[in-house]
């Protein structure tokens, strides 16, 4: 027993699909010689791109799972019972859609807050996308669409180090899962931004912009997590869809 949690440990400490993501993105900042503004940004359109695969999933998944799942529906919703298994099954895929594209539009709204504050503190080029009257007079997805091209590498590390995410056994409560991580994550970024840029540029001058951002880069995908309890589902005993990551 002592053993299987000490592996148990060392599992949850080192994440070997965070460690890809790290030499994913890292190899790509550093070959094209990021900014800090850039990894900014980076940060910003990992964060959306990690939200929007949250929400696509959820409502894939209550789809996909709402015939098996039927009867914890029931027991928690008796009126549930009334209905055929098709009918449930086309009545919680609209909820679920619409659900999702009301997340979708919500986390949207809120990244497209980040992005204004972006474009005034880290202001970057083309600055009709990312300067500070740029990006709050563009369509918001046209500068999305410019750093998924420039930055894939962050976001795709991101999907990597975070993908047992996307199979929680529980769907409903994934789509609040961003506002626990990436939105805090953000925030810790912000804040430890200035004071590691200030030490880098004392310890290396010139090159203090590469050095912060691998070290910002660490931060983000090699921390270790919490683990996770087992998701509940709406019945209060453990979610049966699958044999998902918890």
Same mark, same amino acid.
């Given at each position: 027993?002592?053993?299987?949690?000490?592996?148990?440990?060392?599992?949850?400490?080192?994440?070997?699909?965070?460690?890809?993501?790290?030499?994913?993105?890292?190899?790509?900042?550093?070959?094209?010689?990021?900014?800090?503004?850039?990894?900014?940004?980076?940060?910003?359109?990992?964060?959306?791109?990690?939200?929007?695969?949250?929400?696509?999933?959820?409502?894939?998944?209550?789809?996909?799972?709402?015939?098996?799942?039927?009867?914890?529906?029931?027991?928690?919703?008796?009126? =549930?019972?009334? &209905?055929?298994?098709?009918? @449930? $099954? !086309?009545?919680?895929?609209?909820?679920?859609? #619409? %659900?999702? =594209?009301?997340? &979708?539009?919500?986390?949207? @709204? $809120? !990244?497209?807050?980040?992005?204004?504050?972006? #474009? %005034?503190?880290?202001?970057?080029?083309?600055?009709?996308? @990312?300067?500070?009257?740029?990006?709050?007079?563009?369509?918001?997805?046209?500068?999305?669409?410019?750093?998924?091209?420039?930055?894939?590498?962050?976001?795709?590390?991101?999907?990597?180090?975070?993908?047992?995410?996307?199979?929680?056994?529980?769907?409903?409560?994934?789509?609040?899962?961003?506002?626990?991580?990436?939105?805090?994550?953000?925030?810790?970024?912000?804040?430890?931004?200035?004071?590691?840029?200030?030490?880098?540029?004392?310890?290396?001058?010139?090159?203090?912009?590469?050095?912060?951002?691998?070290?910002?880069?660490?931060?983000?995908?090699?921390?270790?997590?919490?683990?996770?309890?087992?998701?509940?589902?709406?019945?209060?005993?453990?979610?049966?869809?699958?044999?998902?990551?918890?």
């Amino acid at each position: 027993m002592g053993v299987s949690g000490g592996d148990f440990s060392l599992r949850t400490a080192i994440n070997p699909y965070g460690a890809a993501g790290f030499v994913l993105a890292g190899v790509s900042a550093v070959t094209q010689e990021w900014s800090l503004p850039e990894f900014c940004w980076s940060i910003w359109l990992a964060g959306l791109v990690y939200t929007w695969v949250c929400i696509a999933t959820a409502s894939l998944q209550i789809i996909v799972s709402a015939r098996s799942d039927k009867a914890a529906y029931d027991e928690r919703l008796p009126l =549930l019972r009334r &209905f055929s298994p098709g009918v @449930f $099954l !086309f009545g919680l895929a609209v909820i679920s859609v #619409s %659900v999702g =594209l009301l997340a &979708f539009r919500l986390y949207s @709204f $809120l !990244f497209a807050f980040y992005g204004l504050f972006l #474009s %005034v503190f880290a202001e970057m080029e083309p600055l009709d996308l @990312f300067g500070r009257n740029g990006f709050i007079n563009s369509d918001f997805f046209t500068p999305v669409m410019y750093l998924v091209d420039r930055s894939w590498p962050m976001a795709a590390g991101a999907l990597l180090a975070n993908w047992g995410d996307f199979f929680r056994k529980n769907p409903w409560r994934r789509v609040l899962l961003p506002l626990q991580k990436e939105i805090v994550r953000m925030h810790i970024m912000i804040l430890a931004l200035p004071f590691l840029s200030l030490i880098a540029w004392a310890l290396f001058k010139e090159a203090y912009q590469s050095i912060t951002i691998v070290i910002l880069m660490g931060l983000f995908y090699l921390l270790p997590k919490k683990e996770q309890g087992n998701d509940v589902e709406i019945t209060g005993k453990p979610w049966t869809s699958g044999d998902a990551v918890g």
